[in-house]
């Protein structure tokens, strides 16, 4: 799938699979995963977002259905927040985005990118681990980076 950089090129099957994907698959983890983080521990539920799902810094559209996808995954980790703060309020619940990363995906889209900016997967991982383990319960429902700076929603 490529993303639409014109209206014209929106295709309501592309559109589907980006939000089976990128939004409705995260939620049905977090639901088979809710039994689990009812407890007394501290827990942490953390989506994969992208900024392109920030409708806030949304400054160049295109990206419909990956854009539309990732702000739906936004406003499922946002309600989750809020769910388990009266189910299970030791869980932390969070959207990351893990900045832009060296993968086959990201490969036609890079040239944009600043040196530097791009980062190895391991990198990436390394980092958001890094931000997994500074969180505190006043972080859930946030929209975070991977260098721990919140993204409007």
Not at 34 to 39: F, T
Not at 135 to 146: I, N, V
Request: aromatic share 8%.
């Amino acid at each position: 799938m490529r993303p639409e950089k014109r209206l014209e090129d929106v295709d309501p099957t592309q559109l589907e699979r980006s939000f089976e994907v990128n939004a409705v698959g995260p939620l049905l983890v977090a639901r088979h995963f809710v039994s689990m983080l009812c407890h007394d521990e501290a827990a942490v539920l953390v989506n994969l977002s992208a900024r392109v799902g920030s409708i806030g810094d949304n400054r160049i559209g295109g990206w419909y259905g990956y854009r539309a996808s990732k702000a739906a995954l936004n406003m499922f980790t946002r309600t989750l927040a809020i769910e388990f703060r009266r189910r299970a309020p030791n869980v932390t619940c969070v959207a990351l985005h893990p900045g832009t990363v060296s993968t086959d995906l990201s490969a036609p889209f890079r040239r944009g990118v600043a040196p530097g900016r791009v980062l190895a997967a391991r990198d990436a991982a390394e980092k958001l681990i890094q931000v997994i383990r500074s969180l505190a319960l006043e972080d859930t429902g946030s929209f975070l980076d991977w260098t721990r700076k919140p993204i409007p929603w």
